[in-house]
């Protein structure tokens, strides 16, 4: 199996410039994960994501339906609920964060770039929601390939109802409900996810958790 990733604009090596976060930035990135794999010459490949990386794989996979065979998606969600806005609150304080989490990231952008991408980041979030809440309800229809939603029972950030709405509006979708994952499932469990990736993908089998 040959694995692809990248850092969207504006993160991580895709810098400069800083990241920007207009009304379509989701829609932006999978433009550009897109425009990625069609330079480098794949037109036949599976899609993971995971939280906004995972937003970003359910509207690649609508937008490039030829292309995309398989899809996995870890605690996504397709629109935003007052429920996710009250969440998000706290998040807005970078000093409230796991200080390890912290150190890591302000050795990448720096102190102070990290305090206003975070600030910028969910101000687009709350633009979103006043916007009416939706971030790809609709691209959710187009979505052909079989597709595995995957989503932590404990999440604090991203509500289980999201995975529940993503099964019921993914045809050929498959729910996988961990009863005690929280947000980061790949971290916690990466033998699991690997298990799971690797059964879905290259054997066409998608299983529950407990299974694995």
């Not at 998000?88 to 206003?116: C, F, H, S």
């Not at 969910?122 to 971030?135: E, F, M, T, V």
């Amino acid at each position: 199996m040959t694995v692809v990733t990248f850092d969207p604009r504006g993160y991580g090596n895709s810098r400069p410039p800083n990241r920007q976060y207009p009304l379509d930035f989701y829609h932006i990135d999978a433009k550009d994960s897109i425009q990625l794999m069609n330079k480098l010459g794949y037109d036949k490949y599976c899609l993971l994501g995971w939280s906004d990386g995972g937003i970003t794989a359910l509207i690649h996979a609508a937008f490039n339906p030829k292309c995309v065979q398989k899809l996995i998606a870890l605690n996504a969600a397709a629109y935003f609920s007052q429920a996710d806005i009250d969440l998000m609150k706290p998040l807005e304080d970078v000093t409230k964060w796991n200080p390890k989490i912290v150190d890591t990231l302000a050795e990448i952008y720096g102190r102070e770039t990290l305090i206003q991408m975070n600030k910028d980041y969910y101000q687009a979030l709350y633009r979103i929601y006043g916007n009416g809440g939706d971030i790809c309800k609709h691209e959710l229809e187009k979505i052909t390939c079989p597709t595995v939603i995957v989503h932590g029972a404990k999440d604090p950030m991203i509500p289980h109802f999201h995975a529940d709405y993503l099964h019921q509006h993914i045809k050929n979708s498959h729910l996988c409900m961990v009863a005690d994952g929280k947000h980061a499932i790949h971290k916690r469990q990466p033998d699991k996810i690997n298990k799971l990736v690797e059964r879905f993908f290259l054997e066409d089998t998608a299983l529950q958790w407990d299974q694995l």
